[in-house]
């Protein structure tokens, strides 16, 4: 297995980048041009591990795809796509098992869709993914009149034909995945499918239907979705994703952490549901600058220029979790080095991502000597100690792995990272990226 192996940093990390395309964003286009009428056109479209499961589950269903230009860009790694969209019925039944691999978008947004074609799919993935909860989608969807079969709350998902009515559903927990799946399967249900969210889940999904011409209403913490007159199509998109601010995060602690360092992260993403790391970091005293602001695909955009500074600690929960729920491990190495105790609560999600990262990365972190305490909901961490250089594991978790890489740039000796490999399911690249703002990394096996 690759371990990647991180150097403390001996200078100041400096230079410009490209913030590489956003996973959620890139998931979403190519389920939604798929099942739209015409050509779409999506460009820097991230191709991480997790979105190919994405593209190859639509191209098994028939879905014409078509790589324009693969860029290599400054540094991250970017797609243009050219996709031609069956319809919302022109899906062909696949020829077997639709594999999500490790990524839990890919699956729970493609339920939405699958319960409502006429043809019967099995919807599965790694060992890792089938860990999982699937309760949260399956149980409403079936409210709504899906037939699915599950594992006991897991995947596979073995899913058939049936007809669909709206429902009225407030989900327990703010979940932008679940809130997508009904939302997508409310495109092939009967009368209206209302959502209520207990907190800022990511809004994606609402600004890609609404721009593909579909009836979404947002009305405080309730997002309607008005059924379709019979015929009427989903318009193709056209857009440019923008950076993904879950692994501009990488950089921007890096660069927030290494003495002395300024990095300019371009065209990252800066919808409000996903800033709520830039609330805390900027809480803790962090110095960055926003600038170049623009919209990018429906979506706010700018650039980021993040410069070493001193942090000092903070006390994190209620809706800053929600909207930084992704950024929380690389959170944690923040907080590592901010003078005093941060804390974190209301996490408790972070436990069935995919890996429990309250656990795994409290045990990692304390590995590398950090004095980082477990809760039930999350943890506390004290600043501000020189991490060890130590063998820690991502468990095949890519923010994992990329938070105590950044970890390993302040450490006193080398880091390794085993299963480093999986930081590709976000950002391939991740090391590239690094070692040209001037990091030193390298994979050993
Ligand atoms: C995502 C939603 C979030 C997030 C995940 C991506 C999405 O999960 O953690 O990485 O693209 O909708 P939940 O919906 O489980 O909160």
């Known amino acids: ?71 290599q860009g400054r540094t991250a790694q970017a797609w243009d796509l050219r996709i031609v969209g069956r319809g919302l ?83 327990p927990v703010a979940s932008a995945q679940v809130k997508s799946a009904l939302l997508l399967a409310g495109l092939y249900a009967q009368g209206e499918t209302r959502v209520w969210q207990p907190g800022p889940a990511r809004d994606h999904t609402e600004r890609m239907l609404q721009a593909m011409g579909v009836s979404v209403t947002v009305d405080g913490d309730w997002i309607s979705l008005q059924p379709r007159h019979a015929g009427q199509p989903l318009q193709p998109l056209n857009l440019v994703v923008p950076g993904d601010i879950s692994s501009a995060a990488f950089v921007l602690v890096a660069a927030a952490i290494v003495p002395h360092s300024q990095v300019v992260i371009q065209n990252v993403g800066l919808n409000e549901t996903r800033t709520g790391l830039l609330a805390l970091l900027r809480t803790m005293g962090a110095d960055f600058i926003v600038g170049n602001r623009h919209m ?10 993040a410069t ?100 390993g740039l302040v450490a006193d000796s080398p880091t390794t990272i085993v299963g480093g490999d999986c930081v590709a399911d976000s950002f391939p690249g991740f090391e590239e990226t690094m070692q040209k703002l001037g990091a030193r990394m390298e994979w050993v096996s």
């Open 296 to 305: 990018s695909g429906g979506e706010p955009v700018g650039d980021l220029t």
């Open 89 to 171: 019925h022109g899906l062909q039944a696949p020829a077997g098992r639709l594999d999500c691999r490790n990524a839990g978008t890919c699956l729970r947004l493609l339920a939405g869709i699958m319960v409502g074609q006429r043809f019967e799919s099995v919807l599965d993935g790694s060992e890792q993914l089938r860990k999982r909860p699937m309760r949260r989608i399956v149980e409403p969807l079936r409210a709504m009149g899906a037939q699915i079969e599950d594992d006991e709350g897991h995947a596979p998902l073995c899913i058939s034909p049936a007809a669909l009515q709206g429902v009225t559903y407030r989900m």
């Open 1 to 71: 297995m690759p371990a990647l192996r991180v150097y403390p940093q001996q200078s100041p990390l400096k230079g410009e980048i490209m913030a590489p395309g956003d996973k959620s964003i890139s998931h979403r286009a190519v389920m939604l041009a798929g099942l739209s009428e015409g050509e779409s056109h999506v460009r820097r479209w991230l191709p991480a591990g997790d979105t190919q499961a994405t593209l190859q589950a639509m191209r098994a269903m028939g879905v014409e795809i078509a790589v324009e230009q693969a860029a």
């Open 308 to 407: 070493f500074g001193e942090l000092h600690s903070v006390e994190a929960g209620g809706d800053v979790v929600v909207r930084a729920i992704d950024e929380l491990p690389i959170w944690a190495v923040a907080a590592s080095q901010a003078a005093g105790d941060s804390v974190l609560r209301d996490a408790a999600e972070l436990r069935v991502k995919e890996v429990d990262r309250i656990g795994r990365l409290v045990g990692e972190l304390r590995r590398m000597g950090l004095p980082v305490t477990e809760c039930q909901d999350g943890f506390v961490v004290e600043g501000t100690a020189r991490p060890r250089g130590a063998e820690v594991d991502s468990f095949g978790d890519h923010r994992l792995g990329m938070a105590l890489a950044v970890a």
